[in-house]
């Protein structure tokens, strides 16, 4: 394989994963995803974080020839989810002398998850590890996004391994660096992978991000994705704006029907937001679109305008499966409409009405309930609804 060299002695060590269907079992990626680790070869050689167990054999194979056959001497585990801790074991086979480095909370987990107790090195903020020419500090980053998690930053080169933070869904196809790839085609990746895996630790991101602000950084090395050594700004201005709430004038639309109704009443107030000169417009169907994209979508933009039909009593199925994500993720800071249609006693409006409590995002106007198909009286306040949020969005 080529040797990529983030500088003299420090190399790229990832694989990418074009085969899995769902990262985490959970979040489709149709683009792929990478695991990257890095490599610093030195008077002593760390290694910092590991890959995906699928890929081992091929890991320990470019570690030996990076290595020269010498032995590697320290792990740094910036982070135990086993997509970076999978070939952990099989290191500590090959090298029974590494020894691990990271955070108390570190080591609680190798024990539980992997069964090591020795050969351990606790580090804390600011703790050095001398490697050679090299140097390797620490800083925690707790729950962006496990308990454990912790940046290491080489203070000659002035890298800093982020862990799962500035991560990206998406292979590296070919191009590694960020200068060496269209980042148009990671922006939508970049994004799910921050809303989803982290979003719901914004305010540990925001704590995070005020520590890397006093390290002098020249290139962010996380475990997924680009390595950004030349627009750091466009990384570190997106993960301001996420994990701040920031969000554009703009609107998500979505809703569960089956029949029909309840989408005809999103087609109504879609229409009035564009009238009323609102551009940004997304308006999805519960049950198809996967909840990863909506959720992105909600931290793109301000307005979230939710509908449902009513199904034995309750919200319909997909739309309570997204709800309940939303109000985990605890996102604030958004403008929120409701609508529905029901036949009998309703269930969709009403449940909707319980979330909106929850969620504690400001209601534009009043939840607009349809009996069947939509008629004149409630074609009016879906109007209404609509340009409640445009007077909002567009002031
Ligand atoms: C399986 C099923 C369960 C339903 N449960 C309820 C209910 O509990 N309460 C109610 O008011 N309407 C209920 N309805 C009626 C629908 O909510 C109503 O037909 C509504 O107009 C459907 O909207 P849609 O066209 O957007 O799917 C149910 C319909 C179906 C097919
Ligand atoms: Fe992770
Ligand atoms: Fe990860």
Redesign the pocket.
């Known amino acids: 394989m080529h040797q990529v060299n983030l500088a003299e002695n420090i190399f790229y060590l990832g694989f990418n994963d074009r085969k899995t269907h769902l990262f985490e079992n959970l979040w489709p990626i149709p683009h792929g995803v990478s695991y990257n680790s890095y490599l610093i070869v030195d008077e002593k050689i760390a290694l910092i974080d590991t890959v995906e167990r699928n890929f081992v054999d091929q890991y320990l194979e470019q570690i030996e020839i990076l290595t020269n056959g010498r032995k590697v001497d320290y792990l740094v585990i910036n982070h135990m989810e086993p997509d970076h801790s999978g070939a952990l074991k099989a290191v500590v086979a090959k090298y029974p002398d590494i020894i691990l480095v990271g955070n108390k909370k570190t080591f609680d987990m190798v024990a539980n998850y992997y069964k090591i107790t020795k050969n351990t090195l606790e580090v804390y903020d600011e703790s050095e590890l001398p490697l050679g020419k090299h140097r390797l500090t620490f800083a925690t980053t707790p729950m962006v996004h496990w308990p454990e998690t912790m940046v290491s930053f080489e203070m000659t080169e002035k890298i800093l391994f982020t862990g799962d933070a500035f991560g990206s869904f998406g292979t590296l196809d070919g191009g590694i660096f960020d200068d060496e790839l269209n980042l148009d085609h990671y922006e939508e990746e970049l994004m799910r992978y921050f809303t989803n895996i982290v979003g719901k630790y914004c305010p540990h991101t925001q704590r995070a991000l005020k520590k890397i602000e006093t390290l002098d950084v020249k290139m962010l090395a996380a475990t997924h994705g680009p390595i950004w050594r030349s627009n750091l700004k466009y990384i570190l201005d997106r993960y301001e704006n996420w994990s701040s709430y920031t969000t554009d004038p703009g609107a998500v639309i979505v809703?569960?029907?089956?029949?029909?109704?309840?989408?005809?009443?999103a087609e109504v107030i879609a229409r009035q937001l564009a009238i009323r000169g609102v551009k940004n417009i997304r308006v999805y169907d519960a049950s198809k679109t996967h909840a990863s994209y909506i959720i992105s979508d909600i931290f793109k933009y301000k307005a979230f305008i939710v509908?449902?039909?009513?199904?034995?009593?309750?919200l319909?199925p997909s739309v309570e499966t997204l709800i309940t994500k939303i109000e985990h993720m605890g996102i604030k800071n958004h403008l929120l409409g409701i609508f529905?249609?029901?036949?009998?006693?309703?269930?969709?409006v009403k449940n909707l009405q319980k979330f909106a409590e929850n969620i504690k995002w400001e209601l534009a106007y009043e939840p607009v309930e349809?009996?069947?198909?939509l008629k004149a009286d409630k074609f009016q306040q879906c109007i209404d609804l609509a340009n409640a949020i445009a007077d909002r969005l567009m002031d």
Do not use: I, Q, R, V
């Open positions: 809703y569960g029907s089956m029949y029909g109704n309840t989408e005809k009443m509908g449902s039909a009513a199904y034995n009593n309750e319909f529905g249609s029901f036949g009998w006693n309703g269930g969709g349809e009996k069947g198909t």
